[in-house]
């Protein structure tokens, strides 16, 4: 059965590389907080272009201490509905209220005009997600909360699913006051367990992230900053995704040739049109399709494993049911119609040709635009 992703392709062809890490870290004796996560900080802030970068235990981690560490506990936080749930823990387990975004029929990123007409005094942050691999442009919506309310309101980029993607010039991770990073092994860059980062310009809030992701230590045993918690990344990890971000770029560019095939044989990919595009990572290769229930089971006959990133809205979990709730009529409807195939770099010739011929097969069950 092909699968869906298969990270551990990746890691067997750096096996040496990463038995060396082991190595290192065995001789280094440093298990937390040691040498390999300062280098991989430093080089990951260096990739992305901020000042700094602070590791954490997960992606969720670093949306909530972002969080934190803008004093949004209490406040609005504007988020899509989505997304898989992440942005919405996260505010809830700081106090924060999710105010539900709608988004695009067209890239399934938010919309910026049910942004705009959300936005208020009350909002403490917008969350903006990199949704499925395609970058947001988040000077556009900063420009226009400005003309609106006069100021802006901090924006927090949720990058998990964007590594390495760019507006312009500019990653992910470096286009707003604060971003976060997952590395879940099945990312763009995955690490072999689990691990997040935050990266920013601002000094005083990396200053606080990291007192917030070691208890709210301010000195060793002492807490002077309330909210913190124990998410650090561990070195083994660090230094394997040291090892993995050298050739992050061009495994991005395998996964957007990927989803080019993809459309030419038929798929409704909803974010191929931007397949030879730095501004898109081809994180998940989601289609709207009109039979999703027929399509899954032809792809399944055929071998080839599917997905639904993502299954349920924000709106719908029993923790949220107490929110006031938006209309969110682009969100409902995307939901009953995605579909994700397989799309990761480690895919041979054979496998992408096995993929498209099934596409070929099964055109009349793809959304047409």
Avoid at 186 to 196: M, R, Y
Wanted: glycine share 8%.
């Amino acid at each position: 059965m092909l699968l869906l992703a298969d990270p551990a392709r990746y890691a067997e062809s750096r096996r040496s590389e990463l038995h060396a890490v082991a190595d290192r870290l065995l001789d280094g004796r440093q298990f937390v907080l040691g040498g390999m996560v300062k280098e991989f900080e430093l080089a990951f802030a260096s990739f992305i272009g901020t000042e700094h970068c602070v590791t954490v235990a997960s992606g969720t981690d670093a949306i909530e201490i972002a969080l934190r560490a803008l004093g949004c506990e209490g406040k609005e936080v504007l988020v899509v509905a989505n997304a898989g749930g992440y942005s919405t823990i996260s505010c809830l387990a700081i106090g924060a209220t999710p105010i539900f975004v709608d988004i695009e029929k067209s890239s399934l990123l938010v919309s910026v005009s049910s942004l705009i007409d959300l936005v208020s005094e009350q909002t403490g942050a917008i969350v903006i997600t990199h949704l499925f691999g395609l970058a947001v442009d988040c000077a556009e919506i900063d420009k226009l909360v400005r003309v609106k309310l006069g100021r802006s309101v901090p924006i927090v980029e949720d990058c998990a699913q964007a590594h390495g993607a760019k507006v312009g010039k500019i990653r992910v991770g470096a286009q707003a006051m604060i971003a976060c990073f997952s590395f879940y092994p099945t990312k763009n860059l995955g690490a072999l367990g689990d691990g997040g980062a935050i990266t920013t310009n601002d000094d005083a809030l990396a200053e606080r992230v990291i007192h917030l992701r070691q208890y709210g230590w301010t000195q060793r045993y002492f807490q002077g900053v309330s909210g913190g918690r124990n998410s650090r990344l561990d070195e083994l990890q660090a230094g394997f995704l040291t090892v993995f971000l050298r050739d992050l770029d061009e495994r991005n560019d395998k996964r957007r040739k990927i989803v080019k095939k993809y459309v030419e044989n038929g798929a409704s990919v909803v974010q191929g049109g931007f397949a030879n595009s730095e501004k898109y990572v081809a994180h998940l290769a989601v289609c709207t399709v009109k039979d999703r229930d027929i399509l899954i089971n032809k792809f399944d006959e055929a071998g080839i494993s599917t997905g639904v990133h993502y299954p349920y809205l924000d709106s719908e979990f029993a923790t949220t049911q107490h929110l006031v709730k938006q209309l969110l009529p682009n969100s409902w409807t995307a939901r009953d119609k995605i579909v994700t195939l397989p799309c990761f770099p480690e895919m041979t010739s054979e496998e992408i040709g096995l993929v498209c011929s099934t596409i070929s097969q099964c055109q009349q069950h793809f959304e047409t635009t």
